[in-house]
């Protein structure tokens, strides 16, 4: 089944120079992203730096971005944490709020845990949250949890909870498990963490990319799925896998920051929290050619 592909941004979180929140700046880069034509954001995930954010600090946040006026229906906040009280307290309150959905991580601390207890976990938050308009997208990224969302994993959250969980975002990097969930899970709405994949995953039935250089790339890579099937698809996908490519050879949350400040022109959209460490200056060349890059085409 070909889905119409879609772009979500884990959208960067801006902090002041004493290291709080930045909700000013949030906003308007939130509102600049939508503006480069992503149907929606994916904010509080890796990119955004969430966990190290604490739990108020990701709710006010999110109250702040929709009050500001963005349609909850375009956002999908990360709601998982280690702790269960976190992750319900967080998914409650982004369905209060009518999210499109939310995106959950498992419970990542306690590693070769049984599938059984988190498929526990996760209907523990479904059941404390109590809501039918809850909607769950899985976020599937071992290299950094250790704790992988497995096709058996998958078969019985859906076995157990109809209608509940309606997606996957798949951040292993790892083209052939993507593969292999859009095939086990047409149902599902399955996006890569990597724009370079879009081709692959469209045509596979996939839902299209939440990809982190799309926080500087959006417009290029909207334009790569809307040319999906036609002469100019390889030019704009050979420019787009370029960017990607700068930022995969950087710390890439840093190098995605450092990149909206030079976007922005406001350097205070570089700052990152401990342990992050603030991209060097000698990597600003390469940060140059990626905006360059972004702001040549797709326009």
């Known amino acids: 089944m070909m889905r119409i592909p879609k772009l979500f941004v884990p959208a960067i979180t801006p902090f002041k120079a004493d290291l709080s929140i930045d909700s000013d700046r949030f906003v308007i880069n939130c509102k600049a992203l939508l503006d480069d034509g992503a149907d929606g954001l994916a904010p509080f995930g890796t990119t955004s730096e969430a966990n190290s954010l604490s739990v108020a600090e990701r709710i006010d946040l999110l109250d702040t971005l929709i009050d500001a006026g963005v349609a909850p229906q375009r956002l999908i906040p990360g709601t998982g944490c ?10 409650k309150h982004a369905v209060s709020r009518g999210v499109l959905g939310t995106l959950a991580l498992p419970p990542f601390y306690y590693k070769g845990v049984p599938e059984q207890g988190l498929i526990d976990s996760f209907s523990a938050i479904i059941d404390a949250v109590g809501d039918s308009r809850l909607k769950i997208y899985l976020y599937h990224i071992p290299q950094m949890t250790g ?15 109809p209608g509940v969980f309606v997606g996957l975002k798949d951040s292993s990097g790892n ?17 890569s963490a990597s724009e370079a994949l879009i081709p692959q995953n469209v045509a596979a039935g996939g839902a299209g990319c939440i990809s982190a250089s799309a926080n500087v790339n959006a417009r290029n890579i909207v334009a790569l799925m809307r040319a999906l099937g036609k002469p100019e698809e390889s030019a704009i996908a050979a420019g787009v ?34 342990p992050f460490v603030q991209l060097a200056d000698t990597h600003a060349a390469q940060i140059a050619r990626a905006v360059e890059l972004a702001s040549a085409g797709g326009r």
Do not use: C, M, Q
Request: proline share 8%.
């Open 82 to 91: 280690a702790a269960l009280p976190d992750s319900i307290a967080l998914t």
């Open 147 to 161: 704790v992988p969302i497995t096709l058996t994993l998958i078969e019985g959250l859906l076995a157990k909870h």
């Open 175 to 191: 083209w052939d498990n993507t593969h292999a969930v859009i095939k086990a899970f047409p149902e599902l709405d399955t996006f």
């Open 241 to 274: 896998t370029e960017v990607r490519k700068i930022f995969e050879s950087l710390p890439l949350i840093p190098a995605i920051k450092s990149a909206t400040a030079k976007r922005h022109n406001d350097a205070a959209y570089a700052i990152v929290r401990p």
